[in-house]
């Protein structure tokens, strides 16, 4: 089956998944379109693009699941002129929508393989206001400021407020949280002036956050 197909056959499926559970945000939906996902999944991999599974990436990071990503950018809720944080890059994909929409995204990433095969997917699918950068996603982004929304990809044990320091007011930032040992669930904090409002909204299949950039990979 071709790319192109694959694409469109994908993507006709998430639209009705999604209006099934109530998620009809034209802007998301016409980004996702614009930002094919064959161009971020490994070759191997390219008929699995559209489907729920993860998808293996190089240094044990994965690809989520098509709806799944999706849903977490429906929470995040990206607006027009915004900027974005994303802390764990893996292939690129959701940053690469997130792109389509907000003014500007950063994308952070510990492992160099990553960093260099997303910047590949990001400028093949023809996007350049996403900045990838290796760096170490636990200590937050240093000397850049604030987001308007900011995307954890990576899991913490409580809340992490080096991350809650760079939300504007207004600003939404969505994080796993580790429940247990080896289970966590999306949470999402939505900043008011000094008040964060939390809602705990789905489990998640992420993995707890390793500090520092990787060295070797």
Known sequence: MSPRIVEQEGFAALVLRLRAEGISNKELLDAVEQTPRTLFAPPQYEENAYSSRLLPLDCGAFMEGFDF????????NVRP???VLEVGTGSGFTAGVMGRIAERVLTIERYRTLVAGAQRNLEKAGIRNVVVRQADGSIGPAGEGTFDRILVTAAFTSLPRVFSDHLVSGGILIVPIMTNDTD???VRLTRTGSRFDREDLFDAPYLPIVPQIASFL
Do not use: E, K, S
């Open 81 to 83: 002129g915004q900027r």
């Open 69 to 76: 990503a999706v849903r977490l950018l429906h929470h995040l």
């Open 184 to 186: 966590c669930r999306i």
